[in-house]
């Protein structure tokens, strides 16, 4: 008889990889990724050019992200550039056992520089567990659009609030000086989240930062004017320059068309003309 053995089964290595980007503006071809460095479980694919923008797409051809895996993404858009990230391809966050999947993010963007930042859901699965830091530095005329999606379970499983912990911490600056701070950790199982699943029961998650050197005028109504079937939006002013606006949606379809419709309104705002290229790109929008 084969002896059996009593040695602990090798755990599975932790991933830790990300992407670091530079756009610079040239005159004579507009905005170009000059600086680029990325590992797995990242992926870029080669850039868009359209309209002096560039437009990177990030997705990851793994699984999605488990316990101990990191994601770095650093991001530098230089004075005049006009750039885009997307990920067009949902991430899952995996059951874990103990631990947490960590992403961390930070963006900069120099005088008159435009950057939107737009990804397909984070998808917290069973028992998952998920902490996100972003930090975000902006010139007094630099243009923003920084979006986050989160889908609170795995809908072709019925799994809905079952994941472990989402913690998120974002800071905004601009010319150094600190513009926003939001920082919050939602434990399901203690009852957090109450409002929210009472609202959708099964509903997603977005949340979008604008940062604008426009004047807002009447933009806060105008958001909250919107009438988006299943979807409600929350919009609110920034100290200076801009606006935060949440979304909660009944489902994954009604909250693409709630993102499209903001989006919308603040890219009209914004009065800069966005490539078609981008909305072709991000294609689990359509």
Same mark, same amino acid.
């Given at each position: 008889?084969?002896?059996?053995? $009593?040695?602990?089964?090798?755990?599975? /290595?932790?991933?830790?990889?990300?992407?670091?980007?530079?756009?610079?503006?040239?005159?004579?071809?507009?905005?170009? *990724?000059?600086?680029?460095?990325?590992?797995?479980?990242?992926?870029?694919?080669?850039?868009?050019?359209?309209?002096?923008?560039?437009?990177?797409? #990030?997705?990851?051809?793994?699984?999605?992200?488990?316990?101990?895996?990191?994601?770095?993404?650093?991001?530098?858009?230089?004075?005049?550039?006009?750039?885009?990230?997307?990920?067009?391809?949902?991430?899952?966050?995996?059951?874990?056992?103990?631990?947490?999947?960590?992403? %961390?993010?930070?963006?900069?963007?120099?005088?008159?520089?435009?950057? %939107?930042?737009?990804?397909?859901?984070?998808?917290?699965?069973?028992?998952?567990?998920?902490?996100?830091? $972003?930090?975000? &530095?902006?010139?007094? %005329?630099?243009?923003?659009?920084?979006?986050?999606?989160?889908?609170?379970?795995?809908?072709?499983?019925?799994?809905?609030?079952?994941?472990?912990?989402?913690?998120?911490?974002?800071?905004?600056?601009?010319?150094?000086? #600190? *513009?926003?701070?939001?920082?919050?950790?939602?434990?399901?199982?203690?009852? &957090?989240?109450?409002?929210?699943?009472?609202?959708?029961?099964?509903?997603?998650?977005?949340?979008?930062?604008?940062? $604008? /050197?426009? /004047? #807002?005028?009447?933009?806060?109504?105008?958001?909250?004017?919107?009438?988006?079937? &299943? +979807?409600?939006?929350?919009?609110?002013? *920034?100290?200076?320059?801009? #606006?935060?606006?949440?979304?909660? +949606?009944?489902?994954?379809?009604?909250?693409?068309?709630?993102?499209?419709?903001?989006?919308?309104?603040?890219?009209?705002?914004?009065?800069?003309?966005? /490539?078609?290229?981008?909305?072709?790109?991000?294609?689990?929008?359509?």
């Amino acid at each position: 008889m084969a002896a059996i053995s $009593t040695e602990a089964v090798a755990t599975r /290595p932790a991933v830790l990889g990300g992407a670091r980007l530079g756009y610079t503006h040239r005159a004579d071809v507009g905005t170009r *990724l000059t600086q680029q460095w990325v590992r797995p479980p990242l992926y870029l694919a080669k850039a868009y050019h359209e309209k002096d923008w560039a437009i990177s797409i #990030l997705t990851s051809p793994t699984a999605g992200l488990l316990d101990g895996d990191r994601l770095e993404v650093v991001a530098t858009v230089a004075a005049g550039a006009k750039a885009a990230l997307i990920s067009p391809a949902a991430c899952r966050v995996h059951t874990m056992n103990s631990g947490y999947a960590q992403v %961390d993010q930070h963006y900069t963007v120099e005088a008159g520089g435009v950057l %939107d930042v737009w990804p397909a859901p984070m998808i917290l699965q069973k028992a998952a567990a998920l902490r996100q830091i $972003t930090r975000l &530095d902006v010139a007094a %005329d630099a243009t923003v659009l920084l979006c986050e999606v989160v889908s609170p379970g795995r809908a072709a499983f019925g799994e809905w609030f079952e994941f472990s912990e989402w913690r998120s911490s974002l800071r905004i600056y601009r010319e150094k000086k #600190l *513009l926003s701070y939001e920082n919050f950790t939602c434990v399901p199982e203690r009852g &957090d989240l109450s409002d929210w699943r009472e609202l959708y029961p099964s509903g997603n998650y977005a949340s979008l930062y604008y940062l $604008t /050197p426009e /004047p #807002l005028d009447g933009l806060v109504q105008a958001l909250h004017d919107l009438e988006i079937a &299943d +979807a409600v939006i929350g919009a609110s002013p *920034l100290r200076e320059g801009g #606006l935060g606006v949440k979304l909660l +949606a009944k489902d994954g379809i009604s909250l693409r068309k709630a993102i499209f419709s903001v989006r919308s309104l603040l890219i009209a705002h914004s009065k800069l003309v966005f /490539p078609h290229a981008l909305q072709r790109a991000q294609t689990f929008f359509h």
